[in-house]
């Protein structure tokens, strides 16, 4: 593992590959701490925020969103991973695959032609991949969108020259601690929160909404359990694996050995 | 011949860029380059249960993440004869309000100005002109304050759901939304002054047509029914359920985004297309703003979508506080959503979202699983009027100064918007019939 504080203020990219650009956009919705980002923080690049890049300077941190589904977003990729000390992915997709990582159920290929017709055939498409299927990723922070609160407390640990916090615990032990009443034993409702990675203090069951799994799997997540609880509570197995896979893990990465 | 290309362009949403090739004879081509990779969302909800169809539709984009998704839940609710009641429509109302806060306040400020001062970016703004980025970043956080108390996340809504809300906002939180919304009237202020101080410039100038949705009541972003489309001084009114006849579209090679015109000519949508089309419809403080801006008569000026989003600020900040004071005279009071029994149908919700005219159409079987999904997205909307004025842009060059031509192609796309997250995605799961 590497740590990110070589100089007092390390250089920093802020990069995005495929993607809804969320966790980028999360980095300026820390609009009271930008100022004290930007002071902390050398950012040499972040496209999305300046056009004054330097695309080949070496990078102490650099945080990638999205995931790779071009061979433009592998080009990137690479070329990034080799600028930089530290690699963090950032958000769901750059740390699981995340939703267009679905395309592992279904042929790709016809979806580009129903898509974009023959034409789509010359895109510069490929399957989706999460970054560690690319390149060796050094911390995740995890989230669809990432929390702003994680991403904050990820950037003082690592200026600090500490990795991260790392978390264990599912979505389910946060909604306990917060004393929320369980939306799958009071309504039978069809909640992820026992197999999916806490971090964002219960957010979707404390609003009366259940957990869609949108943080990815949690460490020993496990699944045939929360399955049979499902269908105890009158959800019929293959509704939830249908639910589960939305944000399922890699299909390379064992169960017991889920954490990022 | 010369090539000119912006490979990746900055301070926009998403990947894209710009191509342009001079010849002997003047401009041969103007490209504007999608090339965000292809997520085919539309093969992944096909054959999912529509609760899903909202969460996952979403992730489509960040920054317009709650007009897809009420647009997406506007066109299941159709699909099931699911009437949402009037609460939720205001409380989905205010939602957007935040949306378009964040959002205008994102592209006002962070991507678009920096160009008229000169600087890279906002965060380069700061040193010089720290009160303008200041005042901007309030603004942007009030937009997402509104979002995170109302759908509970500023980025992905997690309590919006077919027929209603999962839970509804405390008086606390309105309470300190009232604040926030009272101290945005003074910001706004502020930023009309700025907005008003900005010299012209004149780039890709030349007559469009517009399209956007008949926004009846306080200048409303949901629930509409009718497409209006203005070209040459004359308006035409399509039914939002006949609204594949504006967006005939062509996949073209050099983009993942297909292009859209109407009778042949391209159109634009977004803040500028809203006023051109409901102008008459604006409410008292934003016609002041448009006054004071100089957007009363046609415009002819691509950079008149910043000043409109600067009147759309306004606008907003006024209604959302109509909104909050009419939720805390309400009390407390949670409504349960709307329930739910699906059956076989097709549904269309469309929507203005902070970047124009936004379509989710959807077909279900009697399972309630999606069989077709069609999204239209404004950046796709606006595609071909891009690279329509981008040839005149690069045209207004007459000594062919590649730097002049390259700040000048980025000032111009800036000035729509775009969001290339968007406009790659746009689903289209209908079969060769």
């Known amino acids: ?260 | 011949m010369t090539r000119i290309v912006i490979d990746h362009l900055a301070r926009v949403e998403g990947h894209g860029g710009v191509s342009v090739e001079l010849g002997d004879g003047g401009v041969e081509s103007v490209h504007f380059d999608v090339i965000e990779g292809a997520r085919l969302l539309e093969g992944i909800v096909r054959g999912r249960p529509y609760d899903e169809v909202a969460p996952i539709t979403s992730r489509i984009c960040a920054i317009c993440s709650a007009a897809h998704t009420i647009a997406s839940l506007t066109a299941t609710e159709q699909a099931f004869g699911v009437v949402p009641s009037a609460r939720t429509e205001r409380l989905r109302d205010l939602m957007l309000r935040g949306e378009n806060i964040e959002s205008h306040a994102l592209h006002v400020f962070l991507l678009a100005l920096p160009d008229y001062f000169g600087a890279p970016s906002a965060i380069a703004l700061a040193t010089e002109h720290r009160e303008v980025v200041d005042l901007a970043l309030r603004l942007k956080q009030l937009g997402n304050a509104i979002q995170e108390v109302v759908a509970g996340r500023a980025i992905h809504p997690v309590t919006a759901v077919v027929g209603g809300f999962g839970s509804w906002p405390t008086q606390n939180d309105l309470l300190a939304l009232r604040e926030g919304l009272l101290q945005g009237r003074e910001d706004v202020a502020a930023a009309v002054d700025l907005m008003a101080s900005l010299p012209p410039v004149d780039i890709g100038r030349s007559p469009s047509a517009y399209a956007a949705l008949r926004m009846t009541g306080f200048y409303g972003y949901a629930s509409g029914h009718e497409i209006l489309v203005e070209s040459s001084g004359r308006t035409v009114s399509v039914p939002v359920t006949a609204y594949r006849s504006i967006t005939r579209e062509q996949t073209v090679p050099h983009s993942h985004a297909k292009h859209s015109r109407w009778n042949g000519t391209p159109f634009m949508v977004g803040a500028i297309a809203r006023l051109a089309v409901n102008g008459d419809h604006l409410p008292a403080g934003g016609a002041r703003v448009a006054q004071r801006l100089g957007l009363t008569g046609e415009s002819d000026d691509p950079q008149d979508n910043t000043r409109a989003q600067v009147v759309e600020l306004a606008v907003d900040v006024d209604r959302a506080l109509e909104l909050v004071e009419h939720l805390l005279a309400e009390g407390d009071c949670v409504e349960a959503p709307v329930p739910v029994t699906p059956r076989a149908g097709t549904g269309t919700g469309a929507i203005e979202a902070p970047r124009g005219l936004l379509i989710h159409s959807y077909r279900y079987d009697e399972r309630g699983l999606v069989e077709e999904a069609d999204v239209v997205t404004p950046t796709a909307l606006n595609a071909a009027s891009v690279e329509h004025r981008l040839r005149r842009a690069v045209e207004q060059v007459s000594d062919r100064d590649a730097a002049r031509i390259r700040r000048r192609a980025e000032m111009l796309v800036r000035a729509y918007d775009p969001c290339i997250s968007c406009a790659v995605h746009v689903l289209d799961a209908r079969r060769a019939v």
Not at chain 1, 173 to 182: K, L, Q
Request: hydrophobic share 40%.
């Open chain 1, 1 to 260: 593992m590497t740590t990110a504080t070589t100089a007092a203020r390390p250089t920093v990219g802020i990069v995005g590959l495929t993607g809804c650009a969320g966790d980028q956009l999360v980095v300026l919705n820390c609009e009271d701490k930008l100022l004290d980002l930007v002071r902390l923080l050398d950012i040499r690049d972040f496209l999305m925020a300046s056009s004054d890049r330097d695309d080949e300077c070496p990078l102490d941190l650099v945080f990638v969103e999205g995931a790779v589904l071009s061979r433009r977003d592998e080009e990137t990729l690479l070329r990034v991973r080799e600028r930089a000390k530290c690699l963090v992915a950032i958000g769901t997709c750059a740390v699981w695959g995340g939703i267009p990582a679905l395309d592992r159920l279904y042929d790709r290929q016809a979806m580009v032609r129903d898509v974009y017709g023959n034409g789509g055939l010359q895109f510069d498409t490929l399957p989706a991949r999460a970054l560690r299927e690319v390149v060796p990723v050094d911390y995740a922070i995890t989230g669809c969108p990432i929390e702003r609160e994680e991403f904050l407390s990820a950037v003082a640990h690592l200026l600090h020259g500490n990795p991260p916090p790392s978390r264990d615990l599912p979505v389910c032990a946060e909604c306990r601690m917060r004393e929320t009443s369980c939306l799958l034993v009071t309504r039978g409702l069809l909640c992820c929160g026992p197999v999916t990675q806490g971090g964002c203090a219960a957010r979707c069951p404390t609003r009366g909404v259940p957990c869609f799994g949108c943080r990815g799997p949690v460490a020993g997540a496990n699944i045939p359990a929360a399955l049979a609880a499902f269908e105890a509570h009158g959800i019929p197995r293959e509704v939830a694996e249908r639910r589960l896979e939305i944000f399922g893990p890699l299909p390379c990465v064992a169960a017991e050995e889920v954490a990022p």
